[in-house]
């Protein structure tokens, strides 16, 4: 079966960096856009970016252009978020997401989903 398996968060200080990982497994990887969504406490989920199967094609929402990039690395099936001068907003769980030739940012544009991993950004 589908396994997406994300890591890489943690409690950091505003202003530093974080690398997050989702290593997938059990489906065609190169096939598959791959997001990246986050739950901030008390909100709805919302979009992060995206990358498509050969990873020539980004999409960032505004509150993540030109701090994060996404990238993807086909060989190892895994999907990277790199996140820079984070702040207290950015925190959240972050969850990363699959889904066949998609080219939507909405949730139900992806078929598989991680559990998540947490990332907290202290003032």
């Known amino acids: 079966q589908v396994q997406l398996v994300e890591s890489g968060g943690g409690l950091v200080q505003a202003g530093d960096s974080l690398r997050l990982s989702c290593a997938a497994s059990?489906?065609?990887?190169?096939?598959?856009?791959m997001a990246w969504f986050r739950q901030p406490p008390g909100k709805d989920r919302e979009f992060v970016a995206l990358?498509?199967?050969?990873?020539?094609?980004?999409y960032y929402a505004d509150s993540a252009e030109g701090r994060f990039a996404i990238s993807r690395d086909n060989t190892k099936s895994t999907v990277y978020l790199q996140m820079n001068r984070l702040n207290a907003e950015d925190t959240a769980g972050y969850y990363c997401?699959?889904?066949?030739?998609?080219?939507?940012?909405?949730?139900?544009?992806?078929?598989?989903w991680g559990q998540g991993t947490q990332v907290t950004v202290s003032a």
């Open positions: 990358i498509s199967g050969s990873g020539a094609g980004t």
């Open positions: 059990g489906l065609t990887f190169s096939d598959y856009t």
């Open positions: 997401a699959a889904g066949r030739y998609t080219i939507g940012i909405t949730e139900n544009a992806f078929d598989f």
